[in-house]
């Protein structure tokens, strides 16, 4: 069996037998890896408490056939606690590893995607943003990162430049006038700014959005990460919004 180390962030856990744990990481070189942790669930264990969620941490594994083996943990990014302690904080993480989840491949690195959603987690722990934005804003990331940029200052079928006022999943973002296709949504232009700046990273024109345009921005943004997905993210729903 071949040893190796990386850096991960823990997106879920399993129980296996009486004390052991099945561990989802996603590792920044490696890509998604479930492994078994021994004796973690012990109260004498070493390092039980740095592989729960949201948890950024230096790991040393040995690969197996089926299921990789985790001999030596060390936390890089304690954010467990702080996110865990914050409901509003909780929802937007279990959001957020759900789409990393379903974003990402076994053994398959997409250094890109980790690198987003440790930033937004660092975001999370630590009050940067309300925390509904931050997860807005790390999920047109993460879609726009697979290959999936929506457009919202632009025609997202001509690009003719807006802003225009049609909103439509299926042709990618904004669409104007003459390409607005029927069953297309209206949003108010604000709305469509603050998508905009939420993807740029314009924060100063975030944090001072409109809490009506943040609600109906949220919705554009669940069901346009849903649509590509071809499936919900359940914790989505636990999220509150002002």
């Known amino acids: 069996m071949a040893l ?20 989802t990481l996603f590792a920044r070189r490696t890509g998604k890896v479930r492994a078994v942790a021994k004796g973690v669930r012990r109260t004498k264990s070493r390092f039980g408490a740095r592989l729960e969620p949201f948890m950024l ?3 040393m594994l040995y690969e197996g056939r089926t299921l990789d083996t985790i001999t030596q943990v060390e936390t890089k990014g304690a954010y467990g606690e702080p996110i865990a302690a914050h409901y ?11 789409t990393a989840d379903q974003l ?3 053994r398959e690195p997409a250094p890109q995607q980790f690198m987003l959603l440790a ?3 660092r975001s999370l722990a630590i009050g940067e943003h309300d925390p509904a934005l931050t997860l807005d804003a790390y999920l047109l990331r ?9 457009t919202f200052d632009s025609c997202a079928r001509c690009g003719a430049p807006g802003p225009h006022r049609g909103f439509h999943l299926q042709a990618g973002g904004a669409v104007c006038r003459d390409c607005r296709p029927t069953g297309a949504s209206a949003p108010a232009p604000d709305t469509l700014r603050l998508l905009s700046a939420l993807l740029s990273g314009d924060w100063d024109y975030a944090d001072a959005s409109a809490a009506g345009n943040r609600r109906e921005g949220a919705g554009l943004v ?9 499936r919900g993210v ?6 509150e919004r002002l």
Do not use: N
């Open 119 to 121: 930033g937004a987690l």
């Open 88 to 98: 509003d904080r909780y929802t937007a993480a279990c959001a957020m590893l759900e």
């Open 4 to 23: 190796y180390r990386d850096e991960a962030i823990v997106l879920r856990t399993h129980k296996l037998g009486e004390a052991d744990r099945i561990v």
């Open 234 to 239: 359940r914790s989505l729903r636990m999220v």
């Open 57 to 59: 941490v230096d790991v």
């Open 104 to 106: 990402t491949q076994e």
């Open 142 to 150: 993460a879609v726009a990162t697979a290959g999936w940029a929506p």
């Open 222 to 230: 669940a069901a346009f990460v849903q649509w590509h997905l071809e």
